[in-house]
C-alpha cells in the first residue's frame, strides 16, 4: 500500500506560480513512477507529468511544456509540481499518482484556482 497526500493548491492570478507537493508513505521502496493528473470541471482526468522514479527521466503534457517542472526529493519521498506563468485553463484538481509492483495509487487531490 501506498499513501498520497498532495498539498499547495490556492487561489492565484494568471501569470503568477504555485508549487504543489506530494508526500508518499507505505511500501514507496518500490515505487517506479509518481506523477500529477489534473481534473477541470466537467472534464475527464488527464495526464499533466510524470517522473521515471529511478532514473529520473520527465514526461510533460504539450499544454504545460516550459511552464511546470515536476522534481522529486527520493530522501523524503517527496514528488513537486512547480506551474509558473499559470493561466486561468489550468484550474483544476490536481492529483498525485504512483505506481507502485503494477498498482496505480492516487492522492485526494489539491485544488488549482487561476483568476484571469
Known amino acids: 500500500q501506498v499513501q498520497l497526500v498532495e498539498s499547495g493548491g490556492g487561489l492565484v492570478q494568471a501569470g503568477g506560480s504555485l508549487r504543489l507537493s506530494c508526500v508518499a508513505s507505505g511500501r514507496t521502496f518500490s515505487i517506479s513512477n509518481m506523477g500529477w493528473f489534473r481534473q477541470a470541471p466537467g472534464k475527464a482526468r488527464d495526464f499533466v507529468a510524470t517522473?521515471?522514479?529511478?532514473?529520473?527521466?520527465?514526461n510533460y503534457a504539450d499544454s504545460v511544456k516550459d511552464r511546470f517542472t515536476i522534481s522529486r526529493d527520493n530522501a523524503k519521498n517527496t514528488v513537486y509540481l512547480q506551474m509558473n506563468s499559470l493561466r486561468p485553463e489550468d484550474t483544476a484538481v490536481y492529483y498525485c499518482?504512483?505506481?507502485?509492483?503494477?498498482?496505480?495509487?492516487w492522492g485526494n487531490g489539491t485544488l488549482v484556482t487561476v483568476s484571469s
Open positions: 517522473m521515471n522514479w529511478r532514473l529520473g527521466s520527465t
Open positions: 499518482r504512483a505506481y507502485n509492483l503494477g498498482l496505480t495509487y
